[in-house]
């Protein structure tokens, strides 16, 4: 059973940057998915990003492209997403999600397996 730890939420100006981790154990295969989730108070968590293990493919949610960056680190098992020039809509809950056994990225919710507990993103403006 994959588990994953996710930090680095906060408080951030508008235009402000913020740098989120998600360290993950327990894996046993590098088939799979890491992919960011965000939640906004009274909506559908919706994806934001997502990075193919193995071969590094990246997606974005178009809201996000340009802004925000997805990235990995092999020797950690850490993903992370670098936030960058935020707006107030970004203010979230942001989930950390592995999906196992593929290498296609998907944006879809229900084929996630394992979820980080989530880190609250608040951009003020």
């Known amino acids: 059973q994959v588990q994953l730890v996710e930090s680095g939420g906060g408080l951030v100006q508008v235009g402000g940057s913020l740098r989120l981790s998600c360290a993950a154990s327990?894996?046993?295969?590098?088939?799979?998915?890491m992919g960011w989730f965000r939640q906004a108070p009274g909506k559908e968590r919706e994806f934001v990003a997502g990075?193919?293990?193995?071969?590094?493919?990246?997606d974005y949610a178009d809201s996000v492209k340009g802004r925000f960056t997805i990235s990995k680190d092999n020797a950690k098992n850490t993903v992370y997403l670098q936030m960058n020039i935020l707006k107030p809509g970004d203010t979230a809950v942001y989930y950390c999600?592995?999906?196992?056994?593929?290498?296609?990225?998907?944006?879809?919710?229900?084929?996630?397996?394992?979820w980080g507990q989530g880190t609250q993103v608040t951009v003020s403006s």
């Open positions: 999600a592995a999906s196992s056994g593929r290498h296609l990225i998907t944006a879809r919710e229900n084929e996630y397996d394992a």
């Open positions: 327990g894996r046993t295969s590098s088939k799979y998915v």
């Open positions: 990075i193919s293990w193995s071969f590094g493919y990246t």
